[in-house]
């Protein structure tokens, strides 16, 4: 992270000479009254405290559990890394805000914490796409399942959708440190997302708002075409079924998945496209609330509560600690 925010500095200087710019922002949070700290506090920190006991122990019961050493366990442990980082990427700081009564974040420090947001949103949207093809092939093909998902190939769209998150958070990076920000420097946000810069740069921002629209459009549309025909494929596959146990046990496997992919989904869509009486500011804080908080968090409940494998692990490693004290 020195080196990334070393980066930045050095760029930033060549990019603006001697013309004079702030040097930190001021974070508004999610709210400004005095009132409402306490209680965002304690939520917030409650809400990081479980994504993170609850992700670890599905990363834990993934790599301790060899019954669980499958291409979707594969996955599951990188969308649950990838919440953690997620929502450590803006609570703590917005925590210790609130708790030290300081709302400013060096300008490295924003774009740095800009970069790693993008980082993880598309890291999970991409995952949740590799998910899907996995369940296709299960339920589709599964004769050829071992054959298709060999390890290294695994491993490989593994590595992809990190590489790919990480080309697109640097391709937003190094446009926006090309920007100008003069006067104002106070972003109505808990964390340093890029919308919200955007528009507070004094400078031209048509690029990088066209940058967003595309390369956005594209993260969203690619993976949900894929994750759309996967489950028509597998609706189709599982309705030749004859017998209801066989159906069930068909959709059993992927249920977990679908109720995620619907959770990630459905809030782009509540957010984004449905008319609402909410401000539009708050709309930024709204979706950044749900994609690094409420999501990560609600992905163990849903994958223990709806998945017997992961149950079983999780229940083996907990009476595994147990006994050992």
Not at 52 to 76: E, K, Q, R
Not at 191 to 206: E, G, I, V
Not at 306 to 320: C, E, F, V
């Amino acid at each position: 992270m020195k080196t990334l925010c070393s980066f930045l500095q050095i760029s930033r200087n060549m990019h603006q000479g001697n013309q004079t710019t702030i040097t930190e922002f001021i974070l508004l949070g999610l709210s400004n009254q005095a009132e409402h700290q306490n209680l965002l506090f304690v939520l917030f920190l409650g809400m990081y405290l479980v994504t993170v006991v609850g992700n670890g122990l599905i990363i834990l019961a993934i790599s301790l559990d060899t019954y669980l050493h499958t291409p979707m366990y594969l996955f599951l442990a990188n969308l649950s890394f990838a919440g953690i980082s997620s929502i450590s990427n803006s609570v703590p700081k917005m925590l210790v805000s609130i708790h030290t009564n300081s709302q400013s974040i060096s300008y490295e420090s924003c774009i740095t914490q800009m970069y790693f947001s993008i980082v993880f949103v598309v890291t999970d949207n991409l995952l949740l796409g590799t998910m899907a093809y996995d369940r296709f092939v299960a339920i589709c093909h599964p004769l050829n399942y071992i054959t298709l998902m060999r390890p290294r190939f695994c491993i490989l769209l593994t590595v992809i959708s990190w590489l790919l998150s990480n080309i697109i958070a640097l391709t937003h990076t190094l446009l926006l440190i090309q920007l100008l920000f003069c006067d104002h420097n106070t972003l109505p946000h808990f964390f340093c997302d890029l919308a919200p810069l955007l528009k507070l740069s004094c400078s031209d921002t048509t690029i990088n708002e066209l940058v967003l629209f595309i390369v956005g459009l594209s993260v969203i549309i690619f993976p949900f075409a894929l994750i759309f025909f996967s489950y028509v494929c597998i609706i189709r596959a599982v309705l030749r079924i004859s017998s209801t146990q066989g159906k069930w046990k068909a959709f059993s496997t992927c249920g977990s998945h679908l109720t995620v992919v619907l959770l990630f989904y459905g809030t782009i869509v509540g957010v984004y496209f449905f008319p609402s009486s909410i401000h539009p500011e708050d709309t930024d804080k709204i979706g950044a609330v749900l994609f690094t908080v409420v999501t990560p968090m609600m992905n163990p409940f849903i994958y223990s509560l709806r998945n017997k494998d992961m149950k079983g692990a999780l229940r083996k490693l907990i009476n595994r600690k147990l006994s050992s004290l």
